[in-house]
């Protein structure tokens, strides 16, 4: 990852926070003109994307940071911890509609200045919408997880305001003022589950979940340049910290391999994985022995994602099992 690719995410962060305090304006406006339950929490969404950007901005900086000595994977993990507290905050908030909504019922309020309280949310609609776009490319550029939790977030807003619209709309052709209440319901019912959406994600980073989309890119690398002599592959992992990868793997080849043999082909493996992946890291290879000699006569066999996930040689079928098909004995095997 260059440093074009830092600069293009702290640049979309930085737009991010400033685009999001116009938006907020204007949906402040448009609720201080309606009194609107459903604009109400169209503008308390953006409250809460301005606050969450902000701790974006501060997380993308420190993410950037390169590995230390304290922190030797880097300090990617910040990144999750950003996703997981904006994802809090949306569901927050839609909880807090669900409350004004109750409050409402019991203080009924008159509808103010529908027509310009619509023009004012239209417009809003239409900057995040170009907002959002612009994050994803960005995200999806740079592989930022923080800045792909805060497109979606930002898409999210379009949906809230283009439902406000609606609300709107139908409120001033029917006069029925209980259809904003039922509008801002939707929209509170759509505001928890983005939020929880995102807090899941987050929790699945921080727990450093399988990434099978990632696991299947090594495999892949792995099958496409496979020298004749690699075995098996087996304790395939994979550790995402932010933007940065960490793969390991055990790889059965022959005994008699030279040191500088295998040291050649580890080297090459990480430059190929690594490119594959389009991410800096490191690619751990730990070379294992076949201690039965009945490998020899093994055919040979694609490694699958299934297979080289397996913690040890005997988990699962597999092209280092003898004739017969049973699991040759744990003691002759390597970990």
């Known amino acids: 990852m260059g440093m074009d ?3 293009a995410r702290e640049i979309a962060a930085r737009w991010s926070v400033g685009v ?6 204007f949906k402040v406006t448009a609720w201080l003109l309606t009194g609107s339950l459903a604009v109400m929490s169209d503008a308390l969404e953006s409250v809460v994307h301005v606050g969450a950007t902000i701790v974006m901005y501060v997380a993308l900086r420190m993410a950037a940071a390169p590995p230390d000595r304290h922190h030797p994977f880097g300090h990617g993990k910040v ?6 507290f904006e994802g809090g905050l949306v569901a927050s908030s839609g909880l807090l509609v669900f409350w004004m909504v109750v409050s409402r019922l019991f203080n009924p309020t008159e509808l103010g200045s529908l027509g310009a309280g619509a023009a004012w949310i239209g417009a809003a609609a239409g900057v995040n919408l170009v907002l959002g776009l612009y994050l994803m490319r960005v995200a999806r550029r740079t592989g930022s997880t923080i800045l792909r939790a805060d497109a979606h977030h930002v898409l999210a807003d379009v949906w809230t305001s283009g439902t406000a619209l609606i609300g709107l709309a139908l409120v001033m052709l029917t006069n029925l003022v209980w259809i904003d209440m039922v509008v801002a319901v939707i929209a509170g019912i759509h505001l928890l589950v983005v939020g929880v959406r995102l807090v899941r994600e987050a929790g699945s980073e921080l727990l450093d979940s399988a990434d099978e989309e990632t696991l299947t890119q090594v495999v892949e690398v792995l099958n496409q340049h496979r020298e004749s002599e690699w075995i098996d592959v087996h304790r395939l992992r994979v550790l995402r910290v932010g933007e940065r990868r960490y793969v390991e793997f055990h790889l059965l080849v022959p005994k008699d391999w030279s040191v500088k043999r295998a040291h050649d082909v580890i080297e090459r493996l990480e430059d190929l994985i690594l490119e594959r992946l389009g991410a800096e890291g490191a690619v751990n290879v730990h070379l294992d022995y076949p201690k039965d000699p009945t490998y020899e006569s093994v055919p040979f066999s694609d490694f699958s994602v299934l297979g080289a996930t397996r913690l040890n040689m005997a988990d699962a ?3 280092w099992h003898k004739a017969d098909d049973s699991a040759p004995e744990e003691s002759k095997l390597p970990s």
């Open 317 to 319: 079928p597999g092209p």
């Open 20 to 25: 999001g305090v116009v938006i907020l304006v």
């Open 5 to 7: 690719d830092h600069k």
């Open 79 to 84: 990144g999750s911890f950003s996703v997981g």
